[in-house]
Structures are given as C-alpha cells and as structure tokens.
C-alpha cells in the first residue's frame, strides 16, 4: 500500500520561507516521479511543481517566478519543496503525490495515482 505523509506546513508572515517535506512508502521511491499541488479554498487543486525519477528534471508553475524549489532524496523516499519569499496568495492545502512510472514531469492532476493528505500553509500579511 503507498502510503505519503507531507510535513512542515504552518503560519508564516508575508516574505518568509518555509519547507515542506513528503515521505513515501510502498513502493520503490525512485521509480517515480514525484509532484507538489496546491489547492486554496473555493479553488480547484493546481498545479505547483514536479520532479522526475532521478531528479534530474523538474517543471514548475509559471506564477512561482522562482520561488520555490522541488528536490528529492532518494535514499530517504523524500521529496521537498523549498518556498521562500510566500505571500498570501500562497495560502493552501499542499498535497504531494507520486505519478506511474511513464510519467516523467507531470504536470496535471490526473497523472498522478496516490496522493498525500495535504499540509496547510497559511501566510499572514
């Protein structure tokens, strides 16, 4: 059973940074490309980032400007996402999720087959 549990979430003020980690387990991690999403309250789930199997690739939102930062370890079945300078446009629920193995960057919800429970971020002005 794939299991993934996101971390780190929390309040911050406007122009601060924060990390989120995402753990997975059930399956071999690195065969996977990985993805952060983001959905705000009466918004559908958008997409944020995403990373390929060894790293070696990654796709962000436009409206991220830099941002953020999508990485991973792969001894650890880690994936992080490194946001600084948050605004509160940036308050959501971030989920992370795990796409099948054709996949290399994916970028739509779809594509993804499981999903964590979500982390809230919530940036204050």
């Known amino acids: 059973q794939v299991q993934l549990v996101e971390s780190g979430g929390g309040l911050v003020q406007a122009g601060g940074s924060l990390r989120l980690s995402c753990t997975a387990s059930?399956?071999?991690?690195?065969?996977?490309?990985m993805g952060w999403f983001r959905q705000a309250p009466g918004k559908e789930r958008e997409f944020v980032a995403t990373i390929s199997r060894n790293g070696g690739s990654t796709r962000y939102a436009d409206f991220l400007k830099g941002r953020f930062t999508i990485s991973r370890d792969n001894a650890k079945n880690t994936v992080y996402l490194q946001m600084n300078n948050l605004n509160p446009e940036d308050t959501a629920v971030y989920y992370c999720?795990?796409?099948?193995?054709?996949?290399?960057?994916?970028?739509?919800?779809?594509?993804?087959?499981?999903w964590g429970q979500g982390t809230q971020v919530t940036v204050s002005s």
């Open positions: 059930g399956r071999t991690f690195s065969r996977y490309a």
């Open positions: 999720a795990t796409a099948p193995p054709f996949y290399s960057t994916p970028v739509y919800p779809g594509e993804y087959d499981y």
